[in-house]
C-alpha cells in the first residue's frame, strides 16, 4: 500500500486543527479535527472552493441547531427533525458535498446542555471553522500539489505500454488473453489521466505571464491525451480483427506494419520533443521523403480490394480492413497536430520547460 501526499496531509491537518483549537482554550477540540477531515482536497483551488462551501454548511447547521434548541429544547427528535431540515436545505443549495460537516455541527451543537447555551454554540461554531482553516492552510503549505509532472508522467508511462503492444499486436505477436487484459488496465489509466488533466486545469496563476503560459500547456495536454486515445483506439482495433489482419495478403500487411512503426516512432519522438530533448525543428515526420501519403495508401487500398474481388479471395476483409485503416489515419492526423501545437508552444515559452518533468521521467 503506498502512502499519498493526501493522506500525510490529512494526518498533519488533523494534529494542526487540534494544535489550534488547544492553543484558542476551546472546549471539544475533537470537532476541529472532525472538520479538518472533512476539508482536505486533491488541489489548493479545490481546497479554496471546499472552505467556502463549508463555511456557508456551518453556518446552516449552526443557524439550523441554535434555531431548533430554542424552540425545541435538547430533546432527542428535535436534533433528529433538525438533522432532516438541514439535508433538505443544503440539498437545496447544491452544497451535498459539505453535507457531512453541516450535520456535525447540528450534532456538536444541539448536545450542549448549558445555562449559557448561545455562548456554546458560538464556540462550538467557531471549533468547528478552526478545522476547516486549518486544513486549507496546511493544503496550501504543506507538500503542494504539482500535477503537470504528475500529468505528464502518467500520459509518458500510458503511452510507452500502449506502444509496445501495439507493436506486438501487428505482429501478430501478442497473446489473445493478455492484450484484452491490457486493454482494460489501459482505459482505467486513461481515466486516471483525465483526472490528473482536471487537477491540472484548476490549480491557478497569479501572474499574467504565467497565466499565457498555462493556457497553451493545457492545449498541448488536451491533444496529448486525445492523440494517446486515439491510440488506443487503434489498438483496440488491432485486437478485435486480429484474425483478418492474419489474413492479410503479405505487401499490404508488411505496408500497414511500417506504417505503424512510424508513427509510433514518431509519437515518442514528439514526447521527447515537448520536455526539450529533441529540437523543434526536428521532426521524423518531415525527414521520412519517400512515405507514403494518405491519398497513395487509400488507392493502394482500393486496387488491393478490386484485386482480391477478381481473385475471389473471400479470407480477405476489406470490410474491417477500412476500420482498421480509418484509425490509422486518424491517429496520423492527432500526431500532425500535436506537433505543431509542441512546435508553436517550443518557439513561444521554450525557457519554461519544466524541468521536473526530466527529472522524473528520463
Do not use: C
Not at 44 to 64: D, F, K, V, W
Amino acid at each position: 500500500m503506498k502512502l499519498g501526499a493526501r493522506v500525510l496531509k490529512t494526518g498533519v491537518a488533523i494534529v494542526f486543527a487540534l494544535f489550534l483549537a488547544e492553543l484558542l482554550n476551546l472546549p471539544a477540540p475533537i470537532f476541529a479535527g472532525i472538520a479538518a477531515i472533512f476539508a482536505i482536497q486533491p488541489s489548493i483551488y479545490r481546497s479554496y472552493l471546499t472552505i467556502i462551501e463549508q463555511m456557508q454548511a456551518n453556518l446552516i447547521g449552526a443557524t439550523i441547531a441554535v434555531i431548533f434548541s430554542l424552540v425545541f429544547g435538547h430533546q432527542i427528535v428535535a436534533i433528529g427533525i433538525a438533522v432532516i431540515l438541514t439535508i433538505s436545505l443544503m440539498l437545496k443549495f447544491g452544497l451535498e458535498k459539505s453535507l457531512s460537516l453541516a450535520l456535525v455541527t447540528v450534532v456538536a451543537i444541539m448536545e450542549v446542555q448549558s445555562d449559557d447555551f448561545l455562548t456554546f454554540a458560538l464556540i462550538r461554531f467557531a471549533t468547528i471553522l478552526v478545522g476547516v482553516l486549518a486544513a486549507f492552510v496546511v493544503n496550501l503549505i504543506f507538500i503542494p500539489p504539482r500535477y503537470e509532472t504528475k500529468l505528464f508522467k502518467k500520459i509518458y508511462f500510458l503511452q510507452d505500454d500502449i506502444i509496445r503492444w501495439t507493436r506486438l499486436a501487428i505482429r501478430q505477436a501478442s497473446e489473445h488473453t493478455s492484450t484484452k487484459t491490457a486493454l482494460v488496465k489501459f482505459k482505467e489509466r486513461m481515466n486516471r489521466v483525465e483526472t490528473f488533466y482536471g487537477f491540472y486545469k484548476e490549480e491557478r496563476n497569479y501572474f499574467k505571464h504565467k497565466k499565457y503560459v498555462k493556457a497553451r500547456k493545457l492545449v498541448v495536454y488536451r491533444q496529448m491525451i486525445t492523440t494517446s486515445k486515439k491510440s488506443l483506439e487503434l489498438l483496440q482495433r488491432l485486437h478485435k480483427h486480429e484474425n483478418e489482419i492474419a489474413q492479410l495478403p503479405d505487401q499490404f500487411h508488411l505496408m500497414i506494419q511500417e506504417r505503424l512503426d512510424f508513427l509510433l516512432t514518431y509519437h515518442e519522438q514528439l514526447l521527447l520533443k515537448y520536455t526539450g530533448k529533441l529540437k523543434p525543428e526536428h521532426s521524423e515526420w518531415y525527414d521520412k521523403t519517400d512515405y507514403i501519403q494518405r491519398t497513395e495508401l487509400m488507392d493502394i487500398f482500393i486496387k488491393q480490394i478490386s484485386i482480391a474481388y477478381e481473385e475471389e479471395e473471400t479470407e480477405f476483409s476489406s470490410y474491417h480492413l477500412l476500420y482498421i485503416l480509418s484509425r490509422i489515419l486518424d491517429y496520423e492526423e492527432n500526431l500532425e497536430h500535436l506537433d505543431t501545437l509542441i512546435v508553436a508552444y517550443q518557439n513561444y515559452h521554450g525557457e519554461e520547460i519544466n524541468l521536473e518533468l526530466e527529472d522524473e521521467v528520463y
